[in-house]
T-cell receptor, first 113, second 110 residues
Framework: EAQVTQNPRYLITVTGKKLTVTCSQNMNHEYMSWYRQDPGLGLRQIYYSMNVEVTDKGDVPEGYKVSRKEKRNFPLILESPSPNQTSLYFCASSLEGPNQPQHFGDGTRLSIL | EDQVTQSPEALRLQEGESSSLNCSYT??????LFWYRQDPGKGPEFLFT???AGEEKEKERLKATLTKKESFLHITAPKPEDSATYLC???????????FGKGTRLSVIA
């Protein structure tokens, strides 16, 4: 089954404790991206990767890092999480780029205390 | 700056009562306008892509249309299972990020 898998689905942690949210897709997609979804603000892009050689910032990259060592994986790293990063996070992928349909994971709900 | 505004924020319909959701946008060089459906606890699910003014796409009870300034998602004779949040997004020139609207929360009552 074609899918984007995120882990964990839920996480409660404390300020400053490094965490990684994993994202994996099995569709051989080139393009992957991370979004956060907040009430009243909608979905906003954090980082994206056109392919394994290219990653770039989205609209709200502050406090986040990503890596793309393999085509299928695109982890989101919070080096020193803060309460304002409490949010619902989605990973997405598409065949070639942002102008194609995105396949989303089911989300990771992060609470930073 | 690319912008997307969706209206209404919430819509409550009786089963069988047709209606339309609106997505107004401003974008530099539209490369695609997307409609997604999002159920509670799930990620957005792709519905349609529209690329140029005048284009229309249909899927079951849903029909999406596009003009130079807005898109409509028409829902004909909705059923309770159509209840969800519907998201509109645009992608402008180059590799600019998708810009999403805040969504319309649709409730269809039996």
């Amino acid at each position: 089954e074609a899918q984007v898998t995120q882990n964990p689905r839920y996480l409660i942690t404390v300020t400053g404790k490094k965490l990684t949210v994993t994202c994996s897709q099995n569709m051989n997609h080139e393009y992957m991206s991370w979004y956060r979804q907040d009430p009243g603000l909608g979905l906003r892009q954090i980082y994206y990767s056109m392919n394994v050689e290219v990653t770039d910032k989205g609209d709200v990259p502050e406090g986040y890092k990503v890596s793309r060592k393999e085509k299928r994986n695109f982890p989101l790293i919070l080096e020193s999480p803060s309460p304002n990063q409490t949010s619902l996070y989605f990973c997405a992928s598409s065949l070639e780029g942002p102008n194609q349909p995105q396949h989303f994971g089911d989300g990771t709900r992060l609470s930073i205390l | 700056e690319d912008q997307v505004t969706q209206s209404p924020e919430a819509l409550r319909l009786q089963e069988g009562e047709s209606s339309s959701l609106n997505c107004s946008y401003t974008v530099s060089g539209l490369r695609g306008l997307f409609w997604y459906r999002q159920d509670p606890g799930k990620g957005p699910e792709f519905l349609f892509t529209l690329y140029s003014a005048g284009e229309e796409k249909e899927k079951e009870r849903l029909k999406a249309t596009l003009t130079k300034k807005e898109s409509f998602l028409h829902i004909t004779a909705p059923k309770p299972e159509d209840s969800a949040t519907y998201l509109c997004a645009v992608q402008g020139s180059g590799n600019t990020p998708l810009v999403f609207g805040k969504g319309t929360r649709l409730s269809v009552i039996a």
